[in-house]
């Protein structure tokens, strides 16, 4: 079975400070990758999604990843955060071989104005 | 497009009682995703369905939850009886096919007293 972790259960950062938060997954085969983000009192939202081509993916709201297939990660990073990036950030993994979404434990991102 | 809609946003109901959760997807969406987040347990996955079939069920906790998806825009998810540890945020989701990204509701807060 596939699993995802994310190992940064929480962070804390000052306004236009970098992030980087790290996913690995544990499947071998081909992989769809994804970073969703929840605003406090909110759904998941999709920030962005690997499925082939560019390994380095570019999201919405200056977010973007990097697949790296011999690391098994997807590591989400952003350059400059800001205070409304205070949220809590989701990788989920598909297998490609069927509809399920392995989700990591999340991380809790707060930024300090 | 409107969104993945659930109703109701927020639903308080006596331990006991019937608990029923709606949802409809995205329109032109093949598959139909419920999921439950508590601050204990996280994002779980309960069940899900792929052109209104249920595919894996697994998740559902036990009998007294139960889901249909008569048709390709609607689905419910049931409990009966309620019962505290039943409170979370219930959310549906839905993909467009196989191992695309998924889209979820704004969920319902489920609160059993």
């Known amino acids: 079975a596939q699993s995802v972790s994310q190992h940064n259960h929480h962070v804390i950062l000052s306004e236009a400070a970098s992030l980087e938060l790290g996913c690995n997954y544990s499947y071998g085969g081909t992989v769809n990758l994804f970073w969703y983000v929840q605003y406090p009192g909110q759904h998941l939202q999709l920030l962005l999604k690997?499925?082939?081509?560019?390994?380095l993916v570019k999201g919405i709201k200056g977010f973007e990843a990097e697949f790296i297939k011999s690391k098994f990660s997807f590591n989400l990073r952003k350059p400059s955060v800001q205070w409304s990036d205070t949220a809590e950030y989701f990788c989920a993994v598909n297998n490609n071989a069927g509809n399920m979404l392995t989700f990591g434990g999340g991380t809790r991102l707060m930024v300090k104005p | 497009d409107a969104g993945v809609i659930q109703s109701p946003r927020h639903e308080v109901t006596e331990m006991g009682q019937e608990v029923t959760l709606r949802c409809k997807p995205i329109?032109?969406?093949?598959?139909l995703f419920w999921y439950r987040q508590t601050m204990m347990r996280g994002l779980e996955l309960l069940i899900y369905f792929n052109n209104n079939v249920p595919i894996d069920d697994s998740g559902m906790p036990e009998d007294r939850f139960s889901a249909k998806m008569p048709n390709a825009s609607f689905s419910t998810l049931k409990i009966q009886p309620s019962e505290p540890r039943d409170s979370a945020v219930y959310f549906c989701?839905?993909?467009?096919?196989?191992?695309?990204?998924?889209?979820f509701g704004p969920g319902t807060r489920l609160t059993v007293t």
């Open positions: 329109s032109g969406h093949n598959s």
């Open positions: 690997y499925f082939s081509g560019d390994p």
């Open positions: 989701a839905s993909s467009l096919s196989q191992g695309t990204a998924q889209y």
